[in-house]
């Protein structure tokens, strides 16, 4: 795998985790409840810290010198290399656990393989994010199946949930070019097959959620290429980069 | 005249009176550490359900240490006696190292902090 | 100061010839430094005047969230982002702790939310001064959360075991906080120009609103002199502020920042700073709602607890309908 294949690759992992990260960290003060509250911001606290270590990683594949900061800091939207799914809007508490049931799905299967990574780093790195992330899943999933089963309101919400995210679904397992480098190159799981045991298991999660998935599978895609994210990232980037934007050189 | 007491019903067993419609019952959490001792009482806090209430005990109170067993124990099912001893003390993660005081490097010449 | 103006039973201290046996048994513990536990006997006036004081806390804690929270999508650095999420994170487990230590007096956290949100339960004043710049994340831990710690470390001690327990535990994660604060005010006090000028406009917009955290004298009042010998609260206010002031101001110096009081200066025969007095009647204001941010943080709260109204009854609806199942298949 080329060095500048493998770090798109790992921006991908530190991109993901940094916009969701984001994005849950929206949530600080605003939950339902303040045990959700709490939960909610150690995900966000998880998936920062796995953003620090993903994106380091990447500054040292890069060899230019640039630290997790700079790249969190100093990028604009079309260097990014997130899902789509990530940089969606929090919209309702359903919407927002459905979004990270739907990724933690993925990132959970994705993350247990690249243990095996012919990568050490990555290796390294996916075993302490695996932890984290094994009980990220434990908690939307049992978030998603309460309110999908719980009231005709919230079963009505988790299904428009579901009907609004459903086709950024697709994109985490449509594997590109670099995902099939990674892959024969022994550093990445065979997102074919990581696509197969997704939709097994979305498929009975649902069912006990009593949610109906989507007849149309159409996906957009655009994220993790860069080609075109949603309008929703630049925004995010205009709150995450502010300061060191308007300060240019600062040490904070 | 004594406090009436949702919490902690004033009989030796426990009333089983349901919690009021809408609200999430009351939890009493027991957490044991890694060192092989007893659970301990950390805290209370409100879930749904049991499960939840296992779960939200990991993220309030043990900031997801590995290794621990959580007890919860819904409150109006706590029989107790009277007046107890002095509450326990709990060593929070050593995981999230900035929530630790000695993280921050305060120079001497700021004074105690 | 977590806890404003509480009131007691207005009554002042009985002696001990005006009280019933059962309440000097009750003084003679306390005074005896013993701890009151939940269902042990207590005056009314003490369960009544505990969850005043122990709900509006709780409140501080969970309104304390926003003006901080307000910065966490904006930290500059990963770390400063992990760091202030994991301190208002930390707010929250902090009003959790509380309410339940008022939920052993009887009174459920439902119905707690429902008087701040109502506004018949207070918080503090301080929570309705806006966050305008990164530095006053500096100023807020380092002056809001160092005028809070003066008070919570001696509350450890006070007389009610659900409530001492809940500072101590708060008291130990706390005290992170105000370091962290100390330490943005650092970086920046050493940083660029604009980064200076940043952190003395944070100290300026922050310290007599921390120095109003304390409350007004209440040398006089009957309300503290009850509460005082109840043990739920134990320095007066004006004790506590002059403690801030004594330990803030060499910080300040040290930072090279100026304290925006023309005549701050040190007493040797008192060995204390003399001080100017924040303007009490902003802070009445305040107290009364005409804060800058009074209405933006009800109103942040009420919506959080509006539109969380149906995950919570979603999520208990399915522990019905489990248990029910579970029930049915036994």
Redesign the interface.
């Known amino acids: 795998m080329e060095k500048d294949q493998l770090f798109q690759y790992l921006l991908r992992f530190g991109d993901n985790t940094l916009v969701l990260g984001h994005r849950v960290s929206e949530w600080c003060g605003h939950a339902p409840v303040l045990e959700e509250d709490i939960a909610l911001a150690n995900t966000a606290l998880d998936l920062i810290g796995q953003t620090q270590m993903w994106l380091g990683l990447a500054g040292e594949v890069e060899g230019k010198g640039r630290s997790a900061d700079d790249l969190a800091m100093l990028r604009d939207a079309w260097d990014f290399r997130n899902v789509l799914l990530v940089e969606q809007p929090n919209g309702d508490f359903g919407q927002t656990l459905m979004r990270q049931f739907l990724f933690d799905l993925w990132h959970d299967l994705v993350l247990t393989e690249l243990q095996n990574s012919a990568e050490p780093r990555i290796a390294e790195i996916a075993e302490k994010a695996s932890k984290e992330v094994r009980y990220h899943l434990e908690r939307s999933r049992d978030t998603v199946i309460g309110l999908g089963d719980g009231t005709a309101e919230s079963h009505a919400r988790m299904q428009a949930a579901l009907d609004l995210l459903y086709p950024f679904v697709g994109e985490m397992s449509a594997p590109d070019e670099i995902d099939l480098a990674a892959h024969e190159a022994g550093i990445g799981p065979d997102l074919a097959e990581i696509d197969q045991r997704y939709r097994a298991a979305l498929s009975d999660l649902m069912g006990e959620a009593t949610l109906t998935l989507p007849a149309d599978s159409f996906a957009h895609k655009g994220g993790k290429s860069g080609a075109r994210h949603s309008e929703h990232l630049g925004h995010i980037l205009t709150q995450m980069q502010w300061l060191q934007r308007a300060y240019p050189g600062a040490v904070w | 005249m004594s406090a009436p007491n949702a919490a902690y019903p004033d009989t030796p067993e426990a009333e089983d009176t349901p919690p009021k419609r809408h609200e999430w019952p009351l939890w009493e959490i027991f957490i044991r550490g890694q060192h092989g001792l007893n659970h301990r009482h950390v805290g209370s806090l409100h879930a749904p359900d049991a499960e939840m209430a296992i779960k939200n005990a990991r993220d309030v109170y043990t900031r997801r240490n590995e290794g621990v067993s959580i007890w919860a124990v819904e409150a109006r099912h706590i029989a107790a006696s009277s007046p107890s001893e002095k509450g326990p003390l709990y060593e929070p993660s050593q995981s999230k190292v900035y929530r630790h005081p000695t993280f921050f490097d305060i120079p001497e010449e700021a004074g105690h902090m | 100061m977590y806890a404003q103006m509480v009131k007691s039973t207005g009554d002042g201290v009985k002696s001990r010839d005006e009280m019933s046996d059962e309440e000097r048994a009750f003084q003679d513990r306390i005074d005896a430094d013993e ?1 009151i ?6 005056p ?1 006036g003490y ?1 009544k005047t505990l969850i005043r004081q122990i709900g509006q806390h709780a409140h501080s804690e ?1 309104v304390g ?2 003006p901080e ?1 307000n910065w ?12 202030l ?2 301190k ?3 707010e ?2 902090h ?3 509380l ?2 230590a008022a ?8 119905e707690l939310t429902e008087d701040l949100l109502s506004g018949r339960m207070k918080y503090s004043s301080i929570f309705n001064y806006p966050t305008l710049t ?1 530095a006053d994340m500096g100023a807020v831990g380092w002056l809001v959360d ?1 005028a809070a710690i003066m008070n919570q470390v001696p509350l450890q001690r006070t007389s009610y ?2 409530y ?3 500072m ?2 708060i008291c ?2 706390e ?2 906080h ?3 604060g ?3 005010m ?2 920046l006090a050493n ?2 120009g ?2 200076k000028r940043m952190a003395q406009d944070a100290l300026n917009r922050f310290w007599y609103p921390s120095l109003m955290m304390f409350g007004p004298s209440d040398k006089d009042s009957v309300h503290s002199a009850q509460s005082m010998a109840w043990k739920i609260k134990i320095n007066t206010n004006d004790e506590l502020r002059q403690k801030f002031v004594d ?1 803030t101001v ?2 300040a110096e ?2 090279g920042l100026t304290v925006p009081d023309p005549d701050l200066k040190w007493n040797e025969e008192t060995a204390h700073y003399e001080f100017t007095e924040p303007d009490w009647s902003e802070f009445f204001d305040v107290i009364k709602g005409n804060g800058p941010c009074n209405a933006e943080r009800l109103a ?1 709260r009420n ?3 509006d ?13 019905e ?3 029910a199942r579970r029930v049915a298949a036994e």
């Open positions: 701890k536990e939940p269902k042990d006997w207590m009314e369960r969970i969230q926003l929270g966490i999508t904006r930290a500059p650095t990963l770390e400063r982002k992990a760091i999420l994991a208002v994170q930390d929250a487990g009003g959790l702790y309410y339940c939920e052993t007096l009887g009174v459920s956290r439902d990164w160092g075991g659900p001492s327990r809940a101590i535990r130990k994660e005290s992170f105000q370091r962290q100390y330490d943005i650092l970086k940083g660029t604009d980064q330990q060499p910080q040290f930072l942040a919506k959080a607890w539109e969380g109204a149906w995950v919570r009854d979603g999520l208990l609806a399915h522990a309908k489990k248990a």
